[in-house]
């Protein structure tokens, strides 16, 4: 069974950088749409970043909250999808995960967005110090 594995978080100034992995193990990542996704301490989790299926035309969306610093992409020869979050801030600070979903092949509304037959990552932390 594939799994997706999670790696780059840490601890970063506010307005710096850093770039998440997300690798599939064990096979592919699939048809699917594939997802990033971020929850805060005592908050819902959010969707960030979605990217379509590799069948699917169209370019990855984003959260109104991380449009122009956030950057999702995907290499498929790696069977890994990457976001590139610069201009980092405080309220960025969160666990962030992954998720290729089985059922769904294009992102829509990013303010529902979510994998509800899919395969997550085991998150990776990201904390940006003011």
């Known amino acids: 069974q594939v799994q997706l594995v999670t790696s780059g978080g840490g601890l970063v100034q506010a307005g710096g950088s850093l770039r998440l992995s997300c690798a599939a193990s064990?096979?592919?990542?699939?048809?699917?749409?594939i997802g990033w996704f971020r929850q805060a301490a005592g908050k819902e989790r959010e969707a960030v970043a979605c990217?379509?299926?590799?069948?699917?035309?169209?370019?990855?969306k984003y959260a109104d909250s991380v449009k122009d610093r956030f950057t999702m992409s995907r290499d498929n020869a790696k069977n890994t999808v990457y976001l590139q979050m610069n201009n980092l801030r405080p309220e960025d600070t969160a666990v962030y995960y992954c998720?290729?979903?089985?059922?769904?092949?294009?992102?829509?509304?990013?303010?529902?967005?979510?994998?509800?037959?899919?395969?997550w990552g085991q998150g990776t932390q990201v904390t940006v110090s003011s």
């Open positions: 998720a290729v979903d089985q059922i769904f092949y294009t992102c829509g509304d990013m303010s529902s967005m979510t994998v509800l037959s899919g395969t």
């Open positions: 064990g096979g592919t990542l699939g048809g699917g749409r």
């Open positions: 990217i379509n299926g590799p069948s699917r035309s169209g370019s990855p």
